[in-house]
């Protein structure tokens, strides 16, 4: 080879060598400046969170999420920011997706589910969301956790029904001479016209700075198109929040919070008051020490009648309460001084947050709002009368009042026609979020009109409707495998025992051939079908049996309608008895469960229909079913959780009456 020829091969091979070290070189600089870049995001987004500043930690995570959506501890802290933000749909589609991969790994993320299914309003959803939750085994017990999961699954029946049966008011937002995009509450009346609290100046002068609330007026006016107007500084302090404007019986003493920020959620507050002389608002003054404690957040001051005296209700989180923000109340002297500070006692009050009080007089019924007790989700309103010197047993204040978000600072003008509220429920103004900000919402009180009332069995029979369909689970050819029975002597119970000895069969078929992270989810699916499916079925079955025996006492005629199906691994003609054999087997277990006792029900003299009904619907396979039918293949024939969940029976519907 000549001389040049071997310089330009040896010269072209080094420039190939430099390309690809170039390439190399960029491709190390270019994953470490990411690297680089996604720890300070990570580290951004982790701040944000503890300082409660939740938009911007949506904001951080959501940068990580696009570099890497595979990252499931950036899927959840996701999902995190976005639950606390209130972005619901977001965190819902998150969380689905890091229990659909690792579901073991976050437990959390299954309670979660619940509350934000709880929020959107779908309570048969939320309700199975956290009975899952309540099943889990858990390394670490979340005692807590586990109690709250099984009220919510009572609760979230009680929310189906009372949206059911909602009250007879139509709840209406305020037009947007009131609400803005900003946040708007704490409505009330007053001498010279319609208070409000509202963040509408949107007055920033940094990045992520809240803007300071301020007291307004909608004064009364012979203006066709009234404006709301800032009350001057002598209330509205320039450098903190003020808010939450109360007055006494004159109409001449207003007390009202003063807020500032511990973080971007969070609030120190102390109350404040001012007298209306020479027809305008004097210079505030702070409250004293009984009210004003050091160290102590107290707010949201509603004057009313109590006992004859004049008393201030409040809510505050000082030594003495259930833990939280609790309700308060003292009696007000002519002096601006208040005294007989009370707590509102331990039918009110939970370890959660209590807010927003307002006592109507004339009915002696305290209003206030409330994370905890029977709720829609969110703050509820809820109220409890006040009888022989004590407030009585809590009642949510019902649908539509409260929905799945916030609702908060409910209160009635003085004669009790009207009545506001705050929340940020659906259609309800935006500043940046779907539900970020609080809008005043109205309604009318027409007393005549009364609450449609849930008696026992009423209640009974709306808890058993929600519970269809109900089905449950058989394995492969069982009852009375390899026959050409129509019957058996088996109950559902009996086939449901012999199926869970069969679990660690299941795992090990359909895990078979599978390693580390994949077996890993392949054992979780085993496991979420006879968690979830499985036994949530037979639970099922023996609460609605619960109610059965209730509402049968009542005297009501019961109709009940099953129908089974099977996985496509027989003939049609084999799979149609093979399924009335199944639904035979539910027959038996209500002939025999209870000693018996519904077994007189489902008889009756000739030409008489029975109180307790059973209608078969046609049976047989599933159609469009994916399943194997490939008996070669038992692995996903037999052992898959698809081909499970298609062998099984169902009651599809429950009817009253004639």
Not at 387 to 395: N, R, S, Y
Not at 544 to 557: A, H, T
Request: proline share 3%; charged share 25%.
């Amino acid at each position: 080879m000549p001389q040049e020829e071997e310089y330009a091969l040896c010269l072209c091979k080094m420039k190939k060598v430099l390309v690809i070290s170039i390439v190399f070189l960029y491709g190390c600089l270019h994953s470490g400046l990411n690297a680089q870049g996604n720890y300070k995001l990570n580290k951004m987004g982790t701040e944000a969170l503890r300082e409660k500043n939740y938009e911007e930690a949506v904001h951080q995570y959501r940068k990580l999420y696009r570099r890497d959506s595979s990252n499931l501890k950036v899927c959840y802290a996701y999902a995190e920011a976005a639950r606390l933000n209130m972005e619901t749909e977001t965190a819902l589609y998150l969380y689905q997706k890091v229990l659909n991969q690792r579901g073991k790994k976050y437990p959390m993320g299954v309670y979660w589910m619940g509350q934000l299914y709880k929020q959107q309003m779908n309570y048969k959803e939320a309700g199975k969301w956290f009975a899952k939750f309540y099943r889990l085994k858990l390394k670490k017990d979340l005692p807590e956790y586990k109690q709250k999961a099984r009220m919510e699954m009572e609760v979230c029946d009680l929310a189906a029904i009372w949206m059911k049966n909602p009250l007879p008011i139509q709840v209406e937002k305020l037009d947007t001479s009131i609400n803005t995009r900003y946040s708007e509450y704490a409505p009330g009346q007053g001498e010279k016209g319609f208070y409000f609290s509202s963040l509408r100046t949107g007055a920033k002068t940094q990045e992520n700075e809240v803007s300071l609330s301020k007291i307004y007026l909608f004064e009364k006016s012979n203006s066709k198109k009234p404006k709301p107007y800032a009350l001057d500084t002598a209330v509205n302090a320039t450098y903190l929040h003020n808010a939450n404007a109360s007055f006494d019986q004159s109409g001449k003493r207003m007390v009202f919070s003063r807020c500032k920020n511990i973080n971007a959620t969070d609030y120190t507050c102390e109350l404040y008051q001012s007298r209306f002389e020479n027809n305008k608002w004097q210079m505030a003054t702070k409250l004293g020490d009984s009210i004003n404690l050091k160290g102590v957040s107290s707010t949201h001051p509603s004057f009313s009648n109590l006992n004859g005296k004049e008393v201030l209700f409040f809510s505050s989180n000082r030594k003495g309460g259930q833990g939280g923000m609790d309700i308060w109340y003292a009696e007000a002297n002519q002096d601006g001084s208040f005294s007989n500070i009370k707590h509102s006692g331990q039918f009110i009050n939970t370890n959660e947050n209590e807010i927003t009080p307002y006592f109507d007089s004339g009915e002696q019924v305290l209003y206030f709002s409330s994370t905890a007790h029977k709720n829609f989700g969110a703050f509820d309103v809820f109220k409890s009368a006040f009888k022989e010197g004590e407030f009585t047993e809590v009642k949510n204040a019902g649908y539509p009042i409260n929905s799945g978000y916030n609702e908060v600072y409910y209160v009635k003008n003085r004669e009790a026609t009207q009545a506001w509220l705050s929340s940020n429920r659906k259609g309800s103004n935006n500043e940046n979020n779907s539900s970020c900000c609080n809008d005043l919402y109205t309604y009318t009180i027409e007393k005549e009109k009364e609450p449609v009332k849930i008696d026992s069995v009423l209640l009974q029979k709306e808890k058993m409707k929600l519970l269809v369909p109900l089905t449950l689970y058989f394995h492969n050819d069982e009852p009375e495998p390899r026959t050409e029975l129509l019957v058996t002597t088996k109950t559902y119970p009996e086939t449901y025992s012999a199926y869970k000895t069969l679990y660690p069969k299941y795992q090990q078929s359909f895990t078979s051939g599978y390693k580390g992270e994949e077996k890993e989810k392949a054992l979780e699916k085993i496991e979420s079908f006879f968690s979830d499916s499985l036994d949530a079925g037979f639970e099922n079955l023996e609460k609605f049996s619960d109610l059965l025996v209730q509402v049968l006492k009542n005297g009501e005629r019961v109709r009940i309608t099953l129908k089974g199906y099977c996985s496509p691994l027989a003939s049609t003609n084999y799979n149609q008895k093979l399924a009335k054999r199944r639904i035979n087997s539910l027959r038996n277990y209500f002939e025999q469960t209870r000693e018996g006792y519904f077994k007189s029900f489902t008889q009756a003299a000739a030409g008489q229909v029975p109180q307790l009904e059973f209608v078969e619907e046609d049976i047989g396979e599933l159609p469009g079913s994916k399943t194997s039918d490939d008996f070669k293949d038992k692995r996903n024939s037999v052992y898959s959780p698809f081909a499970a969940s298609e062998r099984k029976i169902q009651i599809i519907a429950v009817s009253f009456g004639e």
